[in-house]
């Protein structure tokens, strides 16, 4: 018996279900898996070891033995690869762009996919990813599936890198982000799909509060235990 529910929550790039998923797990005082993080904090030890992305082998090599945690505090996430921060190191959007080599492979997602499962084995956790429901937790206890217009994401993710100081025009993002969603729809090992039993929420026209809200009244209704917001921080690794 889970000591609590897992909530899964899967979607596109920049649909927003990465800040759904951190806020709902500070709201409930759940620990916070970020699968996407995982995968582009791969791809930077990758990057940053010289291992040549187009050698499955090798890469596979990094996976099986790659240590990642992800802590949640005071509001912030922190993605740490053997100890070292590579918080904004992993959101760059040379990383972006190469994390397909390792999010394609059915073999390294074997071994991300037995390290994210090993986060949340005791529940209590919110985890959010492309294959959530599908793959990595099927068994969770709540699922939601959240989209937003392609265009809307994209905005959101020029947003982002140009937060970043990263120049980035729209139309190269929209047609980076139409690529994205044609490589995780099409790919053969855990392509992103709705879950049957997920929940679908759009937020292309929702705020960051309104969307929460949405989601963390099925979340309490579902779970009437979790009616009242418990301390917020938690840990995974």
């Known amino acids: 018996m889970r000591r609590a529910p897992i909530i899964a929550i899967d979607g596109p790039a920049g649909s927003g279900k990465s800040t759904a998923a951190k806020n709902m797990a500070q709201a409930l005082g759940f ?3 970020d699968t996407g993080a995982m995968y582009r904090a791969a791809t930077w030890k990758a990057l940053r070891e010289g291992v040549d992305l187009e050698d499955e082998a090798a890469l596979i090599k990094l996976t099986e033995t790659i240590d990642i945690r992800i802590s949640t505090q005071a509001e912030k996430v922190r993605v740490f690869v053997g100890g070292v ?4 190191e992993i959101r760059s ?3 972006s762009r190469q994390t397909y ?3 394609g492979s059915a073999e390294c997602r074997k071994h991300i996919v037995a390290l994210q499962q090993r986060m949340g ?7 959010e990813g492309r294959d959530i ?3 990595v937790f099927p068994d969770a206890e709540l699922k939601f599936f959240v989209v937003a217009d392609v265009e809307e994401r994209a905005r959101r993710r020029r947003t982002q890198l140009l937060a970043a100081g990263e120049k980035a025009g729209f139309e190269d993002v929209l047609r980076e982000m139409k690529l994205r969603d044609k490589r ?6 855990s392509p992103l799909k709705k879950a049957p039993d997920a929940v679908v929420v759009d937020t292309t026209r929702n705020s960051i509060e309104q969307t ?3 989601m963390l009244e099925l979340v309490r209704k579902r779970f009437p235990e979790l009616a009242e917001s418990q301390s917020p921080g938690a840990e995974a690794n």
């Open 101 to 103: 080599h390792i999010s």
């Open 85 to 88: 921060e590579v918080t904004d």
């Open 212 to 214: 929460l809200a949405k």
């Open 31 to 33: 620990g916070y898996i």
């Open 121 to 127: 084995a005791d529940g209590g956790v919110v985890a």
């Open 184 to 189: 995780d729809g099409e790919r053969e090992a």
């Open 93 to 95: 959007e040379e990383v």
């Open 133 to 135: 429901g599908t793959v």
